[in-house]
């Protein structure tokens, strides 16, 4: 972070993040503190300098480990306490969050002490801070899709909170045509559909999670940049990428840092965000400050501007 912050730099504003997973916020204290908490034997103490994956799968395989560390009410609220703390640091006044249910219900969790201790920390930043945040839990792909309509059903109880629902994890091989019931039913439940599509997998995925799955935004996104003609349709239709500079660096997803500007330039509505930052080593701000030597200051403000236009609150 710069030292001396201008006000009219992104850092330094009130930005909203759209497109961030709770498991990605268990930083290496986290991790220690739960590992010996929970006197794991199989998973051993981390240091940043210790994530060895080059791309999603490798990543994932890492998460998905780090994802088994959580255990009890107290281990969610602590890991959404050190999200909402970041947060503040960052100029983020709203979130839409990520989680993953079936991480945590496939090992025998419930999805109450699960939903507990996230809303235990976001009644308290709202109460300390007037910090506020929305929920929009995330179909795994590779998981079974009866334990998905499962936590779903379950979700309902916890309607305020919940905004809408998302589909993550490996791209491939599961195209997003394999979830359309599954969508169906979130939309008739009333929640608003995002999905996870074109990080690894191709534009079909894209096109698939608009018209099969009717998702509002896409996560990722990158490619649609083969596509002209879904490059006009998101364009047209309006439909904002969350796009996650580090994240698509650390991943192998991009090794060009000015496709962002060019899919801006395009016309499309991008906001920025920081995926699983506790990984990246990187919070918000760090993924404006990669990209913003392609960016006008114009543009960087429209990208701020976009996080909110682009949440699904009603009163931005
Ligand atoms: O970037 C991602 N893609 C797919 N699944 C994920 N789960 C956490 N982060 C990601
Ligand atoms: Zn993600």
Not at 60 to 77: P, S
Not at 133 to 156: F, M, S
Not at 205 to 212: K, P, S, T, V
Not at 215 to 226: L, N, S, T, Y
Request: hydrophobic share 40%; glycine share 6%.
């Amino acid at each position: 972070m710069r030292p001396f912050p201008n006000p009219h730099e992104p850092w330094a504003q009130d930005k909203a993040e759209l497109h961030m997973h709770l498991e990605g916020c268990l930083e290496p204290d986290l991790w220690n503190k739960f590992q010996r908490k929970h006197s794991y034997l199989d998973i051993a103490p981390v240091t940043t300098v210790t994530y060895p994956f080059t791309d999603l799968s490798s990543f994932l395989a890492w998460r998905y480990q780090g994802d088994r560390l959580l255990n009890d009410e107290e281990d969610f609220f602590d890991l959404t306490w050190r999200y909402v703390q970041r947060a503040l640091d960052n100029h983020i006044v709203y979130a839409e969050l990520f989680f993953d249910p079936q991480a945590h219900t496939a090992r025998g969790v419930s999805l109450d002490t699960v939903m507990s201790g996230i809303i235990r920390a976001l009644r308290q930043a709202e109460q300390r801070y007037g910090w506020t945040a929305r929920l929009i839990p995330n179909i795994l792909r590779d998981h079974p899709l009866r334990t998905a309509e499962d936590d779903l059903a379950h979700l309902e109880a916890y309607g305020d909170w919940i905004v809408g629902v998302g589909l993550d994890s490996r791209e491939l091989p599961y195209p997003p045509r394999l979830f359309r019931h599954l969508f169906d039913q979130v939309r008739r439940k009333g929640w608003h559909v995002v999905a996870h599509a074109g990080e690894e997998g191709p534009a079909s995925y894209i096109w698939q999670a608009l018209d099969e799955l009717g998702a509002e935004r896409i996560d990722h996104g990158i490619h649609a940049m083969d596509d002209p003609v879904l490059m006009g349709r998101l364009k047209i239709d309006r439909i904002p990428l969350t796009i996650c500079p580090w994240s698509n660096k650390r991943l192998g997803v991009t090794t060009d840092l000015s496709i962002y500007y060019k899919l801006f330039h395009e016309g499309l509505v991008l906001t920025i965000n920081s995926d699983d930052p506790a990984y990246f080593s990187s919070y918000l701000n760090a993924n404006f400050e990669l990209i913003s030597p392609y960016f006008p200051p114009d543009a960087l403000q429209q990208l701020i501007k976009n996080s909110f236009v682009a949440s699904f609150r009603t009163d931005f």
